[in-house]
């Protein structure tokens, strides 16, 4: 599976962005999706996860509120839409894609995508 992830860019604090990823090379349908972030000298962190199904959702305690996460199978692509963004989320956002039901942990994610910036200015 080949995920590219696109979307980010650079705004203010309070406004709203949303990413996607896109599959190629065989259906999502049957993985769970997460997005990721990194954030400069900062260690990869979990942002959100989707079933397979698009019918549990998981969030970091950081974005819960904030952020949704959401998936057309159909069109073979993930969402993250992030609203009322705040300066702590600036970071590089990475998709990724792993068997497994409700998946927090990068190191059970099998494919990544190469990650989008998000930048929120002051």
């Known amino acids: 599976v080949q995920l590219q992830a696109f979307g980010g860019g650079l705004v203010q604090a309070g406004e709203s962005l949303r990413l996607s990823c896109a599959a190629s090379g065989r259906s999502l349908s049957s993985y769970a999706m997460g997005w990721f972030r990194q954030a400069p000298g900062k260690e990869r962190e979990f942002v959100a996860t989707i079933t397979w199904s698009g019918g549990i959702t998981y969030y970091a305690d950081s974005v819960k509120g904030r952020f949704t996460i959401s998936r057309d199978n159909a069109k073979n692509t993930v969402y993250l839409k992030m609203n009322n963004l705040k300066p702590e989320d600036t970071a590089v956002y990475y998709c990724?894609?792993?068997?497994?039901?409700?998946?927090?942990?990068?190191?059970?994610?099998?494919?990544w995508g190469q990650g989008t910036q998000v930048t929120v200015s002051s």
């Open positions: 990724a894609a792993a068997y497994g039901i409700v998946v927090t942990r990068d190191n059970e994610y099998a494919y």
